[in-house]
């Protein structure tokens, strides 16, 4: 079936670092791919998508770019700040489905 | 910006009891989704809502669970008997078309995170 496999464990880091949260998939078909951040206290929101093979999906500094020959749509920010603590969700969706599926989301901590 | 917005934010409730979950969705949206997603675990998709009919569920949707539009704005999911592994935070989402779209964005509410004892 349709999955998504996001790297274990919380994430925490300083202030203007780097970031990278790695997202692989498996899917039957041919997926969209998504990014969503959840601050606390609130819904899913939408980071960035991409539809299609090599699309780069961007949005406040976040890149993420659809690569199918190693099947993976990694999260990455050049310099984070506080305000990006939150918990970020990889998904897809495949063409004919309606759903979404998810990865186990990370909890990105950045400190001052 | 309109948003989705769910009801109770907090539910408690006793093993064995119903419990309904609500949801306003975006105004002009036409798709309407439940998500789940149990402590430490995935979100998981439960059930997909259109036109008044369930399009898609899952595994997990059976027949403990049901969903409703009772009116032009709320989208209801009822759990006629809840279980201890119920507990979870339960998510509303819409959109403006279907699979159509491969897209297309799926709107989140905030959640409900229900308790079962």
């Known amino acids: 079936g349709d999955s998504v496999t996001q790297m274990e464990g919380p994430v925490t880091l300083s202030e203007e670092a780097f970031l990278t949260i790695n997202c692989t998939y498996t899917a039957t078909g041919y997926p969209s791919l998504f990014w969503y951040v959840q601050y606390p206290g609130e819904g899913l929101q939408l980071l960035l998508k991409?539809?299609?093979?090599?699309d780069k999906g961007s949005n406040k500094g976040f890149e993420a770019t659809y690569r199918k020959e190693t099947t993976s749509f990694h999260l990455e920010k050049g310099s984070v700040q506080v305000s990006d603590s939150a918990v970020y969700f990889c998904a897809l969706r495949v063409r004919g489905n309606n759903r979404l599926a998810f990865g186990k989301g990370n909890q990105v901590v950045v400190i001052p | 910006e309109p948003e989705v917005t769910q009801t109770p934010s907090h539910q408690v409730t006793q093993m064995g009891q119903e419990v309904i979950l609500r949801c306003v969705p975006i105004?002009?949206?036409?798709?309407f989704y439940w998500y789940r997603q149990i402590l430490g675990q995935k979100v998981e998709f439960l059930v997909s809502?259109?036109?008044?009919?369930?399009?898609?569920k899952s595994e997990i949707f059976d027949d403990q669970f049901s969903v409703e539009r009772p009116d032009g704005s709320n989208f209801t999911l009822k759990i006629r008997s809840t279980k201890l592994e119920d507990s979870a935070m339960y998510f509303c989402?819409?959109?403006?078309?279907?699979?159509?779209?491969?897209?297309?964005?799926?709107?989140f509410g905030p959640g409900t995170r229900l308790l079962v004892l």
């Open positions: 989402a819409s959109t403006w078309s279907g699979s159509g779209s491969l897209g297309e964005t799926q709107y």
């Open positions: 809502f259109y036109n008044n009919e369930i399009s898609e």
């Open positions: 105004s002009n949206h036409l798709y």
């Open positions: 991409a539809t299609k093979a090599d």
